[in-house]
């Protein structure tokens, strides 16, 4: 089993219920809604995302690798000699610079948020679990996963039974695991 | 499907104080929401009218390709230009597309970094446009420089020569402001899109579609842990895309008032073509919005409230670049330079008057109409005011490009420029690749953001309910408006 899962029908209900899981001690849980809801984080404990420093470091990087490449090909490697103006001139390099450092920037940020979230991942457990399909439409879930320290599945259950949501669930792992005879 | 049929259309253009403009009407909820805007592309067939549109749309791009390859083998000959006016249609039409895009931008980051909710129903048709534009405006400046197998030269590439390009260059700057305006801007669409690919994924009822849809959702499972990173990211790149956005028609602004000639040198430039590409690009939304909305049953999505905003926006847009032009005017007579009167007499009233004139009719007098709110909230009267805008934008670069070159310094190298049928037959086959685009689109991707519209409506808000209702300008009002509300009931 991968874990259970309790289905929500309004946004609301799914905030209060995140916060009483977190309150039961749980680490390996997760919440799935079609759309960000507000209040969440703190609901769940979520803390701040590093992403913005990977984003800066993106755009220093785009910046210096900018700066470096104008002043390498125009002043060293083939000096180009422009109406007698400086080989190189940090005013004229401003517009490629600047660009370079929002397009690595932008892929920093992409990339970044995509891997830390574990995507692109095409195979998943609750992908296979038919209520889950609504998940992207209009309902919401709770996840607890088995793996969790303070898993119990008739307490995990009893828990999650309790928050007022519509129907729990359990989410088999996937079907060729099992047939592996776990 | 569900809605197909509107009967009436509820007018939420009021702005009353302490009551929100509702921004989804009919009372969708979070399931008719997914079920309008995946039926539409989840139909087995879409309508005749769309097979139609799209053999015309598909016959312009093959004509476009045929006028590419005329002017390849060719050579830039079968083109109008001279050896006076050496920029002719095809850098025209490189700064009409490329402006078209900068709505898109607008709309998707800096309506988002100002919290403007109206956005969600109209920014992923928007971004989409943006896309679609700049790839329009990319053929342009490729097949301009004629040798075009020598392309590659314009980016920092090793090639046979060991020479580099010159990077004091503004033609230089504008590959790299397009190309990563087009990188960016594809970025930030998938991104926001990769919630409603999972939409469509966990609909689909062939194994294609699961399979194709599958692959481009990544995965995605609406995480809350997901959300979290994922609106970090969403807002770092709308923050990105807002300097991105007023840097790359600067830039573009930059292959004139760099140069020397008359009428081309002045320092209004950037931000006057920032102000132009806006307006040009809102034209071109609208023009598209509103027969989709009617079309597509979007109605209660994309409402006059929507429309409203934005002709608002072109009327201030606009409005800017009536002042742009009125200042352009006014400093070269107040410089004292002569080429310079020269050059901006010589437009009013040289040759190119005609050209002058439609642009000062289409652009200044036309969106002043969106005064009256009775024009501003007529679909008819918007759209043909989009077309105008459209057309009158087109003729200002044709102004700016071509009345200057044609009449430079030396009266002896005047000369006129006119367009070949090549010229005309390639701007309408860049059309009919915008279309095809467009319709490709409309038909295999979510028109409108769902899970940014399910934000804004009623039943997400955690204190939303009949007592507290959600909408625009929530949140936004001063306490005094409030309570003045509160007493006018």
């Not at chain 2, 594809?186 to 399979?211: C, E, H, N, S």
């Amino acid at each position: 089993m991968y874990g259970l899962v309790v289905e929500f029908d309004d946004p609301r209900r799914l905030v209060a219920a995140c916060a009483k899981v977190r309150e039961a001690g749980y680490r390996r849980w997760d919440a799935h809604t079609p759309f960000p809801i507000h209040g969440m984080d703190a609901a769940m404990g979520i803390r701040g995302t590093r992403l913005p420093w990977l984003v800066l470091a993106g755009g220093a990087a785009g910046l210096g690798a900018a700066l470096l490449m104008i002043w390498w090909m125009n002043a060293v490697d083939y000096p180009l000699n422009i109406s007698g103006k400086p080989l190189f001139g940090l005013p004229a390099a401003i517009p490629v610079a600047f660009e370079m450092t929002v397009l690595f920037s932008a892929f920093a940020a992409f990339l970044g948020m995509w891997i830390a979230n574990g995507l692109p991942r095409l195979h998943h457990p609750l992908l296979q679990h038919e209520p889950f399909r609504r998940a992207t439409s209009d309902r919401f879930f709770i996840v607890i996963e088995s793996t969790d320290p303070r898993f119990d599945p008739q307490a995990t259950r009893a828990l999650l039974a309790s928050l007022g949501g519509l129907a729990v669930t359990e989410v088999q792992e996937q079907i060729h695991e099992e047939g592996a005879g776990r | 499907m569900h809605r197909a049929i509107v009967l009436g259309e509820h007018d939420n253009t009021a702005y009353v104080p302490g009551r929100p403009t509702e921004l989804i009407l009919d009372g969708h909820t979070f399931t008719s929401v997914t079920d309008t805007v995946c039926g539409i592309v989840e139909t087995p067939r879409p309508p005749r009218a769309w097979y139609i549109a799209f053999a015309v749309t598909v016959s312009l791009t093959v004509m476009l390709f045929a006028m590419l390859y005329l002017l390849i083998t060719r050579g830039i000959g079968v083109w109008g230009v001279n050896s006076t006016v050496g920029w002719g249609w095809a850098i025209v039409n490189f700064v009409f597309w490329v402006g078209i895009g900068h709505a898109g931008t607008l709309i998707s980051a800096i309506l988002f970094l100002l919290r403007q909710k109206w956005r969600t129903s109209i920014n992923r048709f928007a971004e989409a446009m943006t896309i679609f534009a700049v790839v329009c405006a990319g053929i342009f400046p490729a097949i301009h420089v004629g040798r075009v197998w020598a392309v590659h030269w314009l980016f920092p590439l090793p090639n046979y020569h060991a020479m580099w390009p010159n990077f004091r260059s503004p033609l230089l700057w504008d590959v790299f402001a397009v190309g990563t305006y087009a990188t960016v801007s594809l970025l930030f669409w998938y991104t926001g899109m990769v919630p409603d690919l999972a939409t469509l994924r966990d609909r689909a009822r062939t194994k294609w579609r699961q399979i194709i849809y599958g692959i481009f959702a990544i995965g995605w499972r609406g995480s809350h842990r997901h959300w979290h990173r994922f609106e970090k990211a969403y807002l770092i790149l709308a923050g990105l895309a807002t300097p991105l956005v007023l840097s790359v028609h600067s830039v573009v602004s930059f292959d004139f008032a760099v140069s020397i000639i008359p009428g081309w040198h002045t320092t209004i430039f950037p931000p006057y073509f920032v102000a132009g590409a806006v307006f040009s690009g809102f034209a071109m939304v609208g023009t598209l919005l509103v027969p989709a909305r009617q079309w597509f049953g979007l109605k209660p999505f994309i409402t006059r409230h929507h429309l409203d905003n934005m002709n608002k926006i072109i009327l201030a847009t606009g409005s800017m670049v009536g002042y742009a032009y009125a200042m352009e005017f006014f400093i070269a007579w107040y410089g004292g330079n002569a080429f310079e009167s020269f050059a901006f007499v010589n437009r009013a009233f040289g040759p190119y008057a005609w050209a002058y004139w439609i642009m000062i009719s289409c652009n200044v007098i036309s969106p002043q109409l969106f005064w009256f709110k009775r024009i501003r909230t007529s679909l008819p009267a918007m759209w043909i005011i989009y077309i105008f805008v459209n057309i009158g934008m087109w003729f200002e670069r044709f102004v700016i490009t071509v009345t200057s070159l044609s009449r430079d310094f030396l009266p002896s190298s005047w000369a006129y420029y006119k367009p070949t049928t090549v010229d005309i037959l390639t701007f309408a086959g860049s059309f009919g690749l915008f279309f095809t685009l467009v319709l490709l689109f409309v038909r295999y991707l979510p028109m409108v953001a769902m899970a940014e519209v399910k934000t804004v409506m009623p039943a997400a808000s955690a204190h939303g309910g009949p007592a507290h209702p959600v909408g625009d300008y929530h949140g936004d009002i001063p306490q005094d408006d409030l309570d003045r509300g509160k007493e006018a009931h």
